[in-house]
Structure formats: structure tokens, C-alpha cells
């Protein structure tokens, strides 16, 4: 279990597992009036999260299925990176990929947040890698849907 410092200014309960299962916690619209994403239109979303996370831990903001499948919303970076010295507010970038406008409301869910622990890599500069099966095979390298 990882523990995060959290302040929570939105109108809503914090993020939270739905199931015991679950990766993802639901991030929700924090709004004071709703706002119209037009058909492919983009626009930043607050949720009135912000947080701490542990050196090590990033948060990944993700799509959430449903509202991809049924209404062509999703997240335009996805996924979105949370770093673990950033202090400001949790928002997250949604674009409308339908031919419709979609209303955003407050409390909607919006996205999903999955946190996780990460490495800082430290670069070995070399003349030469080791061989593999695959070397420098690329986008579709084994001929197979």
C-alpha cells in the first residue's frame, strides 16, 4: 500500500477503488457550472485534487472505457503522468472524438487514476548492445496481426 498526502478542495469524496480488483481509482469533474466539449474540441478538466506522492510513485491518468466506447471521450496524453514533485492541482486533458457535443458535469467521472511506483533510469553510454532474437525489429517486425 502506498500513502499519499491529499488535499481534497472539490465538491466530492476522494478517488477511490471501486473494487477490491481494481488498478484504477475514478477521478470526477469538479465544476461550478458544466462545460460543452464540442466534437473534436479538447479542454482541461479540474477534479480539486492535489497531492503528495512519494519519491518513486507516479499517478497515471488514464481514460476511462465507457465513456471511450460509448461517447468517443477520452484522455488526449494518455496516459497523463503525475509526477511526484508536482503539487498542483490534478486536471486532466479530455478530447471528444464523437461527431456529437458532450456536456460535462460536476461529480462526472472523467478519467482514471493509477498509481504506481517508477524508476529514474541513469544512462550507460557504449559502443555496442547485445544481440537478440528480435535486434532491431520495429512495428509489425513478426508478420502478425
Request: proline residues 6%.
Amino acid at each position: 500500500m502506498i500513502e499519499i498526502r491529499v488535499i481534497n478542495k472539490s465538491h466530492h469524496s476522494l478517488p477511490q477503488y471501486v473494487t477490491v480488483g481494481s488498478a484504477g481509482m475514478d477521478l470526477r469533474a469538479n465544476l461550478d457550472k458544466p462545460v460543452v466539449l464540442q466534437p473534436l474540441a479538447r479542454c482541461l478538466v479540474p477534479t480539486g485534487i492535489y497531492m503528495a506522492l512519494p519519491q518513486g510513485v507516479e499517478a497515471q491518468v488514464r481514460p476511462r472505457s465507457g465513456l471511450a466506447l460509448k461517447k468517443g471521450i477520452t484522455v488526449l496524453n494518455s496516459p497523463g503522468t503525475i509526477d511526484a514533485d508536482y503539487r498542483g492541482e490534478v486536471c486532466v486533458i479530455l478530447v471528444n472524438l464523437s461527431a456529437e457535443p458532450f456536456e460535462i458535469n460536476d461529480g462526472e467521472r472523467i478519467a482514471q487514476m493509477v498509481v504506481a511506483r517508477c524508476e529514474q533510469a541513469e544512462w550507460c553510454q557504449v559502443e555496442s548492445l547485445d544481440e537478440t532474437e528480435r535486434g532491431a525489429g520495429g512495428f509489425g517486425h513478426s508478420g502478425k496481426l
